[in-house]
């Protein structure tokens, strides 16, 4: 049976059907040893509520369903594979990927500026009358280094980061991190308007 139920064009989910399907996935892509930990819970509940968009579920938890996310750890506690599998669980919505942060940062030693650009501004599907934002999951933020390209030094990140803001404020772009550092560390790296700001972060802790 599917762990959804579609009844007067409403989308219904079963949480434990949803958490069989999140197994079943991670096993196919982890291995056998994969499975979700009961002192997890209260995280993947969370996330649960949030890529379903249970706007009541979201009221009472305190989660903005307007904004994206970050997911805090230590290296090896699971985080990646929650924001690869969560996705998984919605009926007949696309996924966002998953990039590196390393990988950006090597990008830019490539490509220069063009990096930054191709991660904040040209994140947008454009069609006929449309411009629809693509949500991206910015994966173990922190891990990277700042890059030179031809001399020019920049913090790759915190580039992209502050531009994905500014977007976040006049398009909705939506995005979301994995990182090890914690809530001082992020905002020192990157500034405050990736965790903290008057005007509406760009990212929450669940």
């Keep these: 049976m599917n762990h959804y139920q579609i ?11 949803s958490l069989d399907l999140i197994t079943q996935k991670g096993k196919n892509l982890y291995g056998y040893h994969f499975r979700l930990y009961d002192e997890d819970m209260p ?29 805090l750890g230590p290296v090896g506690c699971g985080k990646t594979a929650l924001m690869r599998l969560m996705p998984l669980i919605l009926h007949n919505i696309q996924g966002f990927p998953l990039k590196a942060c390393r990988d950006i940062s090597f990008e830019f030693k490539k490509d220069g500026f063009d990096t930054i ?21 910015l994966d173990d933020l922190g891990a990277e280094s700042n890059i030179k390209h031809y001399g ?40 405050k308007c990736s965790f903290r700001s008057k005007t509406g972060p760009l990212l929450q802790r669940l």
């Design 117 to 137: 650009y191709r991660y904040s501004k040209r994140s947008f599907t454009i069609s006929p009358g449309q411009r629809i934002p693509k949500t991206i999951c």
């Design 7 to 17: 009844k007067n064009n409403i989308i219904y989910y079963d949480f434990q059907k």
């Design 152 to 191: 020019s030094e920049c913090n790759v990140l915190a580039e992209v980061i502050l531009s994905r803001y500014d977007l976040f404020i006049s398009d909705r772009l939506i995005t979301h991190a994995t990182t090890n550092l914690n809530a001082q560390d992020i905002e020192k790296l990157y500034g």
């Design 43 to 71: 995280i993947i509940k969370k996330l649960f509520v949030y890529f379903i968009r249970d706007e009541e579920q979201a009221k009472q938890q305190g989660i903005n369903l307007r904004k994206g996310i970050l997911t």
